[in-house]
């Protein structure tokens, strides 16, 4: 199993993950234009993408599916909740999710986890080859039972590390939107990655990234040290998805 990141951030986010002859992105935040940029970038064309999975309405995840689905003829996977919010509802192939089922797009498995976070019906995903598996966590206000136990027989993490709490708490937003970062139905701060973290097995990770890192309230740096710590790991082993770079192509072996 492969996957790599168009980019990540509260300016657009998407990722691929690629398993024998299949090839899914995981939400579209993105321009069309952009989109296929950044594709072009990790050497894939839109014809390579053989469906959209979305995790919620918010227009950092879902602002350029429609169109992209619509340009390239791609199928769109997504919970009822997540498409009754949406903006853009003109999906010519929309496959609902039930993010308490486990459904197969090709050669991948995907197992939906219901997450809290302050949108309609959203969920996150781990990603299934049948041999590895890669546990995908971000938009989500705080951790559950049922997120921990699905995160921790996977290969490979890739977990949201929004903010810093003291940087978000005295930075420049307005007080009710730190209010809602750091609530209850928010984003993970980095002590909240680096508790989810430390509750997983260490050695059968190859790779964890953070992602979906504020660029006011948050530094890599800080992201590295959180998810070193819980993992009682080297930062260097720690890698990080930005919002212009992205992430290249990793393998799980």
């Not at 350029?64 to 909740?81: E, I, L």
């Not at 090709?106 to 598996?133: K, N």
């Not at 989500?140 to 995160?151: C, D, K, P, S, W």
């Not at 750091?182 to 993970?188: A, D, F, N, P, Q």
Request: aromatic content about 4%; charged content about 25%.
């Amino acid at each position: 199993m492969d996957f790599a990141y168009l980019g990540s951030g509260s300016k657009g986010n998407a990722a691929l993950i690629e398993a024998g002859s299949t090839t899914l992105m995981l939400d579209c935040g993105f321009s069309v234009t952009e989109a296929e940029s950044r594709l072009e970038r990790l050497g894939r064309r839109p014809s390579d993408i053989d469906g959209i999975v979305v995790t919620h309405e918010h227009g950092d995840h879902i602002a350029g599916v429609g169109r992209f689905a619509r340009r390239h003829r791609t199928p769109v996977w997504m919970t009822a909740g997540t498409w009754r919010a949406a903006r853009d509802r003109d999906v010519p192939d929309l496959r609902l999710v039930n993010c308490h089922e486990r459904f197969t797009i090709g050669d991948i498995e995907l197992h939906p986890m219901p997450v809290p976070h302050d949108a309609l019906e959203p969920c996150q995903y781990v990603f299934s080859s049948g041999r590895r598996r890669l546990g995908i966590l971000t938009d989500t206000g705080h951790v559950t039972r049922h997120i921990l136990a699905q995160l921790e027989r996977c290969d490979a993490l890739v977990i949201e590390c929004n903010h810093d709490v003291d940087m978000l708490m005295s930075g420049p937003y307005p007080r009710r939107l730190k209010e809602r970062v750091v609530g209850h139905l928010g984003h993970l701060n980095n002590g909240q990655a680096r508790e989810l973290v430390s509750g997983i097995d260490p050695g059968r990770l190859q790779h964890i990234v953070a992602v979906h890192i504020s660029e006011v309230n948050n530094t890599d740096e800080l992201a590295r040290v959180a998810l070193a710590e819980g993992l009682g790991r080297s930062e260097a082993d720690i890698e990080v998805a930005g919002q212009s770079g992205g992430l290249d192509w990793h393998r799980i072996e």
